[in-house]
């Protein structure tokens, strides 16, 4: 029979009981166990209730940690501490709402549906087609000012009220410089056009304190074969050269009927050539060249002339391409140019904003 023997605080070396002889101990072990665990369970359960009690006095009443230590006998720093866990333990929560005439919500929808890289969505004041465009072109001239850098390249196709807006309604950016406003899409031979043309881009450039670079040349040419003399000449040329420099691009976006502003000031399409082109499927145009629903570019149609400047097929290969457009009758033009991935940033009318997501 072996003995087993263990050393006690009091001192010497003492044999083992029987287990029977320990049993009375064990238990009363175990109860006190059990009891110090209720204890424990209820100042828990305490400390939870003046956690929400610290929480609801500093969030809802507004008092400060010091009034709150000196009303609750505790200290401040035990104040901090219970606030700090009141957002861990999720009693409290931080929501953000956005400022009244902001669609946080619905720009992110619009953003994850269409894959673009941001959405910026306008509230006009009223439904009115001019109020609609001035609160676009607000906002796009935000946008822009805030996202312009140092020796940006910009393309600007300025067949568009709303850009035209836009730019009047932009500020001086004074943080950047050397950059370069490029035309991509000629207007002459229409005059109203040309001169808002010349205007926007040379405007433009002295906001972003840079150099203004026009397209001497109409917005179509009879050919493809004209299309490549003209290329020839020297203005044209140089303009045409910065083309593949462009760091950003700023596009209207054209549904098939043209607005009041372009029918007035110089549409370059007939009605029969309107017509032809809706048999082609074309739902919309960018810098003059239409595409169908599935923005899939519409290439043999009308075959007489062709536009002159940046294709669309050139777009893809700029970093940032901003479409501002606005109105419910560009909604199909608009869905067109995403499903085709002409352009990665929108800029648009909250009521448009929300025909797209149901579209």
């Keep these: 029979m072996h003995n087993y023997s263990f050393d006690t605080p009091s001192g010497p070396t003492e044999t083992r009981q029987a287990a029977s002889d320990l049993r009375p101990s064990s238990y009363a072990a175990g109860v006190a166990k059990r009891r110090s ?14 956690i929400r009690e610290v929480a609801r006095m500093y969030y809802e009443q507004r008092q400060t940690q010091l009034e709150i230590a000196t009303s609750l006998n505790v200290s401040q720093g035990t104040v901090c501490r219970f606030l700090k866990r009141a957002e861990k333990q999720g009693i409290v929560r931080t929501t953000i709402s956005p400022p009244v005439g902001t669609f946080v919500d619905l720009e992110e929808l619009l953003e994850r549906k269409f894959g673009l890289s941001q959405v910026v969505i306008a509230q006009a004041p009223n439904a009115s087609e001019e109020s609609i465009q001035d609160a676009v072109g607000a906002v796009a001239a935000h946008f822009l000012e805030t996202t312009l850098k140092a020796k ?41 056009t040309e001169e808002h043309a010349s205007s926007l881009v040379k405007q433009l450039a002295r906001f972003v304190q840079g150099e203004a670079h026009l397209l001497p040349a109409p917005g179509r040419v009879a050919s493809k074969e004209a299309a490549e003399i003209l290329a020839h000449d020297l203005h044209v040329r140089e303009t045409m050269e910065l083309f593949d420099r462009l760091t950003i691009a700023v596009l209207g976006i054209g549904s098939i009927e043209p607005s009041p502003w372009l029918a007035g000031g110089g549409n370059p399409f007939s009605m029969e050539e309107l017509e032809s082109l809706k048999e082609e499927g074309a739902v919309g145009s960018i810098c003059l060249r239409f595409y169908n629903a599935n923005g899939e570019e519409i290439r043999n149609a009308p075959e007489d ?55």
């Design 37 to 50: 665990r209720e204890r424990c369970a209820m100042r828990r359960g305490g400390q939870a209730i003046l």
């Design 152 to 192: 940006a390249v910009i393309g600007v196709a300025s067949w568009s009220a709303p850009l035209l807006s836009m730019v009047k309604q932009m500020h001086p950016v004074w943080k950047v410089s050397e950059c370069k406003v490029v035309q991509i899409l000629g207007t002459e031979g229409y005059p109203s």
């Design 305 to 359: 002339k062709q536009a002159f400047g940046l294709g669309l097929e050139r777009l893809k290969r700029i970093p940032m391409v901003i479409g501002v457009a606005c109105g419910k009758r560009r909604c199909q033009a608009i869905l067109g140019a995403l499903r085709g991935g002409w352009i990665n940033v929108l800029v648009i009318d909250q009521i448009t904003a929300q025909s797209l997501i149901m579209a």
